[in-house]
């Protein structure tokens, strides 16, 4: 078999076939489904590379933006990535989508419809979270103040996981999106295969509860909410990965210290029934801002491995890394480093999957389209640029759309 791959994978890289691949491996109209630790479409195990890109329904809002979407969504393509993650909320603001509880913007929500159209054009399969940690794009504390509106005694961010009136909030947006039915292409989103799975949550915390059990039993109510109104979709959590009381030695060994009062629990928090795959972040500057470049990619790699090990053998489930990147704004930045951490993760995540192993992917956080000055940060990749982590990212889709297309 594994000859078998090396063989393809040369004829395809004499073929300088760029964009063949990782587009072929994705562009069916199948559901993406789970079978033990891996990802199936099309009867074959899928692997793909991917990106963030958290403001395609932003910019889609405005006919006259649009553009932006469809540009970034072909460019991605022909570098092979086929997973796109994007935000299935604007919870209050300037171009909300929910722009009071239950109540939303027709022309946000056909800007969400015109993203899946394209990537359904396209054949880039979808993760879309329902809410965000932060308060970026509304998030828990707008929902918590949308509840103290109407008279709820809510004091904190965190009363986002246990008051019933947020809670029947978060409900009704979850059933909002799985049933809108798509004014492009006129499919119900829980009807619609581009989108390969639904997150509950993008980076959820909950300081109030350090156990990470508050957490827990909301994804335990969450969770089949979600898959008793959508059962075709894959559903995970979002969670940046880090450890809880039920891993005391990961959570002594590879937290880090600030991160052990957040109230998450990578292990407790995905090892129920209704969530399909492990989701995790890596940050490792913004997590370790005094250490040496060196000493934080030993970190790094430890941090992907010690994840899936757990995805193989406690959780026995898939495993995306749902965001990582190397920020621009680290003292000292050089492209070489972004380059050896692009290399090294993705490196790490192609040795699981050519084993068959839990690593289904790396999407990176995040891809924004030429001209895209207002989302542009330290993290955003323009794939233009010609750079020699935009090559890197090539490689890895090809490698990738190799396993899942043809060497199985
Ligand atoms: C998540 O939200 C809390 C406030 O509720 C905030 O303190 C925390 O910083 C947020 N998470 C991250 C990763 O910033
Ligand atoms: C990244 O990997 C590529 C291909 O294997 C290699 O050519 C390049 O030198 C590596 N870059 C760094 C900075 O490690
Ligand atoms: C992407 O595609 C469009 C047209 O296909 C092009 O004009 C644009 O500059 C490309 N690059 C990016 C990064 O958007």
């Excluded at 909030?169 to 989108?195: C, G, L, S």
């Excluded at 969450?222 to 450890?243: I, N």
Aim: net charge positive; charged share 20%.
């Amino acid at each position: 078999m594994k000859c078998l791959c090396l063989i393809a994978f040369l004829a395809i890289m004499t073929a300088q076939s760029y964009s063949d691949l990782g587009v072929e491996s994705a562009s069916s109209d199948a559901f993406v489904s789970r079978k033990g630790l891996q990802f199936i479409l099309n009867g074959k195990p899928f692997y793909a590379n991917g990106f963030n890109a958290y403001w395609l329904t932003y910019e889609a809002t405005d006919p006259a933006t649009r553009f932006k979407v469809t540009f970034a969504l072909q460019n991605a393509t022909i570098h092979g990535l086929t997973i796109a993650r994007t935000w299935g909320f604007h919870d209050g603001g300037y171009r909300a989508l929910q722009t009071a509880p239950g109540s939303y913007n027709e022309l946000a929500f056909q800007g969400l419809d015109f993203a899946i159209a394209e990537a359904k054009r396209l054949g880039i399969k979808m993760i879309i979270t329902f809410v965000n940690n932060y308060s970026d794009f509304g998030g828990r504390k707008q929902y918590v103040d949308w509840a103290k509106s109407k008279g709820q005694s809510v004091t904190s961010e965190d009363d986002f996981y246990t008051n019933p009136l947020v809670k029947q909030f978060y409900k009704n947006h979850v059933k909002t999106i799985v049933n809108r039915v798509n004014t492009f292409t006129k499919v119900a989103y829980k009807d619609e295969p581009t989108i390969m799975a639904w997150e509950l949550m993008n980076e959820p915390q909950c300081k109030a509860d350090p156990s990470g059990k508050t957490l827990t039993a909301w994804i335990r109510e969450m969770a089949p909410y979600v898959k008793s109104l959508d059962s075709k979709h894959l559903l995970s959590t979002g969670l940046e990965g880090f450890y809880g009381d039920s891993s005391p030695k990961k959570k002594a060994s590879l937290n880090p210290v600030a991160a052990n009062v957040l109230g998450t629990d990578f292990i407790a928090n995905h090892n129920i029934d209704a969530i399909d795959f492990a989701s995790f972040h890596a940050y490792p500057d913004s997590w370790f801002p005094n250490i040496d470049e060196k000493s934080r990619s030993d970190y790094l790699r430890k941090w992907l491995e010690g994840h899936i090990e757990d995805a193989q053998n406690i959780l026995k489930k898939p495993l995306i890394l749902g965001e990582f990147g190397k920020p621009t704004t680290t003292p000292g930045y050089t492209q070489a480093q972004r380059d050896a951490v692009f290399n090294a993760t993705f490196d790490i995540i192609y040795a699981s999957a050519q084993k068959g192993g839990p690593a289904a992917g790396a999407l990176f956080w995040h891809l924004i389209s030429d001209g895209m000055n207002n989302f542009k940060d330290g993290l955003s990749i323009v794939l233009s640029d010609k750079s020699s982590t935009v090559n890197i990212i090539g490689q890895q889709s090809r490698k990738l759309g190799l396993i899942g297309g043809k060497g199985k």
